[in-house]
T-cell receptor, first 113, second 116 residues
Framework: GESVGLHLPTLSVQEGDNSIINCAYS??????FIWYKQESGKGPQFIID?????DKRQGQRVTVLLNKTVKHLSLQIAATQPGDSAVYFC????????????FGAGTRLAVHP | EAQVTQNPRYLITVTGKKLTVTCSQN?????MSWYRQDPGLGLRQIYY???????DKGDVPEGYKVSRKEKRNFPLILESPSPNQTSLYFC???????????????FGPGTRLTVL
């Protein structure tokens, strides 16, 4: 079946450094790739998405890179701040019917002053 | 404020005692779904609904029921809860994609359920 995996369950960074969170997926037919941020005690929140016909997309302080050749997705956070501390999930989606999301296990990002 | 609400937020119960977790959204979304979140496994879909009276199984539906009698509400029912259903549950809603673009799923705050 389809699977999504993250390379590291935890990532510790110094405040001000750049963070890179990685994700691998199994289904080359996936249409959309999405990153979510989950803060303690809250539900996941959308950060950024990228379509399968793109390889890079930038938002505010975040960049998502998609490498379809190796089925790898990454989230880069520039100038990481304490407020970025959270669990980050990647999810993949294939269009058709319900547009179901398949989530990875999550990476906990800890930002140290 | 656009939101998805869940009740209760925390629940401790005993094996076999029927319970319902409510979910409500005020965004007029057609799609709603339930997920459970367990350590190391991410979010797994339990059930989803594409519209009123239209529901279908997700990846882990065993032991759960849902209903969608109104567009805004999508309750999750555990007829006979067991300890392996101890988990963190999230309800989410979204609109169907109309232009092959991703329509964001909005998640509720979660319900932490413990079954003793």
């Amino acid at each position: 079946g389809e699977s999504v995996g993250l390379h590291l369950p935890t990532l510790s960074v110094q405040e001000g450094d750049n963070s890179i969170i990685n994700c691998a997926y199994s289904n080359s037919a996936s249409d959309y790739f999405i990153w979510y941020k989950q803060e303690s005690g809250k539900g996941p929140q959308f950060i950024i998405d990228i379509r399968s016909n793109m390889d890079k997309r930038q938002g505010q302080r975040v960049t998502v890179l998609l490498n379809k050749t190796v089925k790898h997705l990454s989230l880069q956070i520039a100038a990481t701040q304490p407020g970025d501390s959270a669990v980050y999930f990647c999810a993949v989606m294939r269009f058709g019917g319900y547009n179901k999301l398949i989530f990875g296990a999550g990476t906990r990002l800890a930002v140290h002053p | 404020e656009a939101q998805v609400t869940q009740n209760p937020r925390y629940l401790i119960t005993v094996t076999g005692k029927k319970l319902t977790v409510t979910c409500s959204q005020n965004m007029n979304h057609e799609y709603m779904s339930w997920y459970r979140q367990d350590p190391g496994l991410g979010l797994r879909q339990i059930y989803y609904s594409m519209n009123v009276e239209v529901t279908d199984k997700g990846d882990v539906p065993e032991g759960y029921k849902v209903s969608r009698k109104e567009k805004r509400n999508f309750p999750l029912i555990l007829e006979s809860p067991s300890p392996n259903q101890t988990s963190l549950y999230f309800c989410a809603s979204s609109s169907p994609s109309r232009s092959s673009s991703y329509n964001e799923q909005f998640f509720g705050p979660g319900t932490r359920l413990t079954v003793l």
